[in-house]
């Protein structure tokens, strides 16, 4: 409930900022004016097809994401050798900006999904697999040994004593990864134009159709929301059991 | 010297990789890896490295300190308050979920097109992940701690130092090592808008005008940068939570 | 097993960057998909701007079904985001200006263009691009830019050399232009703010500074040459190599739309609401540029030359006749 207060309050004051004349109403109109624009909007095929692209450039790049990161996580984590191997690459890789790739995306894949996709799960990627590292560092090697001293294999103990004890933080990095995707998804369609609510943003600025700009600007945020909270829920369901190992990693 | 050979194993490998798979390349937007290493050092000569690598990096470190300071001292604020943290917390996720390119034409309109704006839309972008780990670090303090230092009489600001800041900093140096990731990212961003100087902009520049191996020795160059401050990042944070990570390993012996 | 591992460890970032070599080699990079009835499918990069509302007319009027080509337009945002998937073959075709595709032959990317894309209208105080002040501005004329804050969407291409043009040709300095980059729809804004003394806009941002009471100072394409040939459609050596036929069935599609466009103003203006989302009164309003099917090859060289003078090129000389078809 206070948090719809919250929201409210930014609606008034974005409403009262350009009616009191602080700042110029064509570069900011007031709530009502942006409200009436996505009212507009709501009832066309071409938003909806745009939440639509948005949508499945953000879920296909996040499943792609999730899937490499925690595989490669668990591998590269649970073997020692590797892990060293491989931790200055990452280290190397992980921070270079996925906006540096655009280039290399429209090479690869002109304006389609595709583009929008490599930023996505190339910034994704690294939310998930350094999530998944810190989680398998922290099996309890006790655990661990108990494992080998039943003589359990390979799978056995990446499926008994790793995953469980993971778990947690690859829900984690999901979460973080999930709302990295979506303002990769938006970014990528917005500086390349790939369909999407990115380039419908872009085209209602280059058109002056400023209050439909910010209407949309509004719909990615509260997409983000939903998508923040949708993750919440399912992490609190899934791990119900895990609450009092729970908790924020230190990454 | 076991260490040496994993730090550089791998990336040897993939640069040798790379090299060799790329000799040879007629493709114009994929040049061979000597070409892209021979442009690099034409490219960022000193002269040039002073003239758009340093403002870059003053914004980013500009940017970066005041979100940190900013995150910091509003995520205390708002995790020691469950009032607060009700009202404002939705607000929060959905600035945090705008993408920030698509703010910048805002944040211009606020703030000029020069070094502030540049500066802000840093702010803008990874005040988040700090203050939002803030809240969590904060929220997450041993209630016990807590009312141990009530009984003692610690109050106000010695409390808050000596008390809910330290437990809560191994989730405030994670906030700040994820934003410095996106620091980065937005400092490119920022220059992709009425700048004129900066490494943003002179790779943007670069593929604008064709100049494809500069353009690729920039990215390396930036792929450096980042690998570069998240060492330091690493090295500070070592030092400042070496209780933390001492007691970790102390605790996993035992 | 460990070499698997790190192979994809680093797959989604490195074999990337080095597979491009490999996919740009192979990326095939023809003339689209023929399906059975010899229909081509067409990708054209575009930017959704004004300027390519013939390209978006001539297909509804069914000038390319006609000649056998199924349109798709895929937006860029600008002509270095075209270009690339032109020269990949992502595209088949793509729309740039000229300064871009000029800059991009004195690189020796290997792209030709097959048909104009927009011109000029010639006319002082009535072109679809323009140099704009605040109505108070002390700056009267296109001399007194000289040493002025003055934005242009990118540096280093056509809008800043035909500013300084106009600079020139009014008798001013233009060495100590400060030019700064502010995205076409945030200049309207820039200038009110004061952040910078002038704006070169193209509509319909100019329609929105008129609005809000700017004043003209300098038509720059006006001012650059006669008729000035603004933008191109172009396509990659190899397509035009290889399927010379769709290339030209392409630049007969285009100049039929290009010549239909010139003839029907108010069927631009509607159709500008088809892929913009550029109001309706401003669409009543905005001046519209010119589609003339030749390209005007002396104004051509003339970008050449301004580029060249003012050092964009890097030192090297365009070749116009390469690019040129």
């Given at each position: 409930m206070r948090g719809l207060t919250g929201l409210a309050g930014l609606l008034v004051l974005v409403e009262l900022l350009p009616r009191l004349g602080l700042v110029n109403d064509a570069y900011l109109p007031p709530t009502s004016r942006i409200a009436a624009a996505l009212g507009d909007e709501l009832v066309t095929a071409e938003f909806w097809q745009a939440v639509g692209d948005t949508l499945m450039g953000w879920a296909i790049g996040l499943v792609i994401a999730v899937a490499a990161g925690v595989v490669v996580g668990i591998a590269v984590g649970a073997v020692p050798v590797l892990r060293a191997a491989t931790a200055s690459t990452i280290e190397f890789l992980r921070p270079i900006p996925s906006v540096a790739l655009i280039p290399l995306a429209v090479l690869l894949y002109g304006t389609d999904l595709g583009s929008t996709l490599l930023l996505v799960v190339y910034a994704a990627f690294w939310q998930v697999l350094v999530q998944v590292l810190y989680g398998v560092a922290d099996v309890d090697p006790i655990a661990d040994e108990t494992a080998r001293s039943f003589r359990f294999g390979t799978w056995a103990r990446v499926r008994h004593v790793l995953w469980p004890t993971a778990l947690p933080y690859v829900f984690t990095g999901v979460r973080l990864a999930a709302s990295v995707a979506l303002v990769l998804a938006v970014t990528a369609e917005l500086v390349i134009g790939a369909p999407g609510l990115g380039k419908s943003i872009a085209v209602a600025q280059t058109s002056g159709a400023v209050p439909l700009m910010y209407a949309l600007i509004a719909v990615t945020g509260l997409l983000g929301v939903a998508i923040n909270l949708a993750a919440r829920a399912f992490e609190r369901r899934t791990l119900a059991w895990h609450q009092s190992v729970r908790g924020e990693v230190p990454a | 010297m076991k260490r040496v050979a994993y730090v550089l194993g791998l990336p040897v490998v993939l640069f040798a990789a790379w090299y060799l798979l790329s000799a040879g390349s007629e493709s114009f937007y994929a040049p061979p890896l000597s070409t892209i290493l021979e442009s690099f050092g034409k490219t960022w000569t000193l002269d040039r490295l002073g003239t758009d690598v340093v403002p870059s990096l003053l914004r980013l470190v500009a940017g970066y300190a005041l979100a940190a300071v900013i995150g910091v001292a509003v995520g205390v604020t708002i995790g020691l308050n469950r009032r607060v943290r009700a009202t404002v917390e939705p607000v929060l996720e959905f600035f945090r979920a705008i993408p920030p390119p698509v703010l910048v034409p805002v944040i211009m309109l606020f703030?000029?097109?020069?070094?502030g704006m540049k500066i802000i839309v840093i702010v803008f972008g990874c005040v988040w992940p700090v203050l939002l780990n803030t809240v969590e670090g904060v929220r997450a303090v041993d209630s016990v701690q807590i009312d141990t230092a009530k009984a003692y009489g610690i109050s106000g600001p010695a409390r808050l130092g000596r008390v809910i800041l330290p437990a809560a900093s191994p989730q405030i140096a994670a906030g700040l090592r994820q934003a410095l990731s996106i620091a980065i990212i937005l400092m490119v961003i920022s220059e992709m808008f009425a700048a004129s100087n900066g490494l943003g902009f002179t790779i943007v520049q670069f593929q604008r005008s064709f100049a494809i191996p500069e353009m690729w020795s920039g990215i390396i160059l930036l792929g450096l940068l980042g690998f570069g401050l998240s060492l330091l990042f690493r090295l500070a944070e070592g030092r400042a939570l070496r209780w933390y990570h001492g007691l970790r390993d102390a605790q996993r012996r035992s | 097993m460990r070499r698997v591992f790190t192979g994809i460890a680093t797959g989604v970032a490195l074999a990337a960057l080095i597979g491009s070599a490999a996919a740009c080699g192979s990326s095939g990079g023809s003339g689209g998909d023929t399906d059975a009835d010899g229909v081509d499918q067409v990708k054209v990069g575009v930017i959704p701007i004004v300027d390519v509302a013939p390209i978006y007319l001539g297909q509804q009027k069914g000038f390319f079904k006609n000649r056998n080509i199924e349109l798709t337009m895929e937006s860029g945002q600008g002509g270095a985001a075209i270009v690339p998937g032109v020269v990949s073959g992502q595209f088949q075709f793509g729309f740039s200006n000229f300064t871009s595709l000029l800059l991009a032959q004195t690189k020796n990317v290997p792209i030709k263009t097959v048909a104009n894309g927009v011109a000029s209208t010639g006319e002082q105080g009535k072109d679809f691009g323009a140099v704009m002040v605040k109505k108070d501005s002390p700056i009267k004329t296109a001399a007194d830019l000289a040493g002025k804050k003055v934005s242009v969407?990118?540096?280093?291409?056509?809008g800043d050399t035909t500013v300084r043009e106009s600079v020139r040709k009014a008798g001013g300095d233009p060495k100590n232009i400060n030019f700064v980059e502010v995205p076409f729809a945030n200049a309207p804004a820039a200038l009110e703010e004061g952040q910078v003394d002038a704006v070169w806009v193209v509509e319909p941002s100019l329609t929105q500074v008129k609005a809000a009471g700017g004043r003209m100072v300098a038509s720059n394409y006006v001012d650059a040459a006669p008729n000035l040939s603004v933008a191109a459609y172009f396509t990659s050596a190899k397509l035009a190599g290889e399927d010379a036929d769709l290339v030209n069935r392409f630049t007969e599609a285009i100049n039929e739309s290009l010549t239909y466009a010139d003839g029907h103003p108010d069927e631009v203006r509607a159709v500008l609401g088809s892929y913009t989302k550029i109001d309706e009164k401003t669409r009543a309003d905005l001046t519209l540029p010119k589609w003339p099917v030749e390209i005007n090859k002396e104004s051509v060289d003339t970008l050449a030359k301004l580029g060249a003078q003012d050092g964009i090129f890097d030192g090297a000389t365009p070749d116009v006749a390469k690019l040129l078809p």
């Open positions: - | 703030a000029g097109i020069g070094n | 969407n990118t540096l280093k291409n056509i």
